[in-house]
Every structure is written in structure tokens, then in C-alpha cells.
């Protein structure tokens, strides 16, 4: 997988920034990603292009229990968050919702906004391609890549049933 990175080197960026609460009477990804990052980056939607990546710093995601998070970004075109280390909620509604989140710390010093990234989320190794630089993360664990590559708990969990 490759993408533009749009990076945020602050740490703690919560789920009411991914998203603000007055949009939460929303749930179609289309509507939400129009809103996606504004209040902290008001060009993020003009700019963001489909499979491009999020690469933040410490406890991205932290905040309130919301699913809408991810379903802005999603629907904004982003095809993966890196992240030094993220709020353990948005992380597991990440893989519940079929989104990559991949930790790797101290990313958010080492890329910048524009540089085109390669990820292996098997072999748990990012390339930046603009910098000629490798880092390496801990692997995606198969049971999470197996809900992720089924689109999500729910469509894991209907297949497993069938």
C-alpha cells in the first residue's frame, strides 16, 4: 500500500478533533469525511486524496468511545493511520471497522507532510520513498489483519458463522 502523509507531530489529538461531537448525528462516512480533521486542520478534506495516510504522535484517538472517528477518516479517503502510539479504544475500533492503524514510535519526527510512504503491514516495515528512509513497526497480529482484510468485525464474524 502507498500514500501521501499528512502529519501532525502534536501528541493527544482526540476523537472530538478527528471529529467534532456536533457532527455525531451523522453516520454515512460521505457526510462525516466533509468535516474530517477541521478543527485542527481546515484544509485536511480539500487535501487528503484516496489511500493517502495519517501520521500523528503519542495517543492518537484518545477522548470519547467513537466509531465515527474512523468512519470520517475513511470516508475522507485515508487508508491508514501511523501513529507513535494511539488511544487503545480508537485502536480497537480501527480493526473493528476494518482500518489499518499501525504503531511505530517515533514516526511522527521522521516523515513529514507530502512524503509518499510504502507500507507492509505484514512485514512491518514503512518506506518513505521521498526520503529513501525505512522504519520498521510491530506486525499487524494475524487475527487482527484477518477482521481488517474481512471489512471489519461484523463481516468476520458472518463469515466465521457461515
Known sequence: MTGKAHCYQRDHINTDEIIPARYLNMDKEADLA????????????????????????????????????VWALRGAGVRAVIADTFARIFYRNCINNGFI???????????????????????????????????????????????????GLLDYISRKVK
Do not use: W
Not at 487535501?47 to 484517538?61: L, P, Q, S, T
Open 101 to 151: 492503524a499501525i504503531e511505530c514510535r517515533g514516526i511522527s519526527q521522521k516523515v513529514a507532510t507530502g512524503d509518499n510512504l510504502e507500507i507492509d503491514v505484514e512485514k512491518g516495515i514503512i518506506k518513505n520513498l521521498t526520503k529513501n528512509e525505512r522504519y520498521e513497526f510491530p506486525a499487524i497480529p494475524d487475527f487482527a489483519r484477518d477482521i481488517i482484510d474481512a471489512g
Open 34 to 69: 466533509k468535516h474530517a480533521m477541521e478543527d485542527i486542520d481546515t484544509d485536511f478534506v480539500r487535501r487528503v486524496k484516496e489511500g493517502d495516510v495519517i501520521v500523528a504522535g503519542v495517543d492518537f484517538g484518545c477522548g470519547s468511545s467513537r466509531e465515527h472517528a
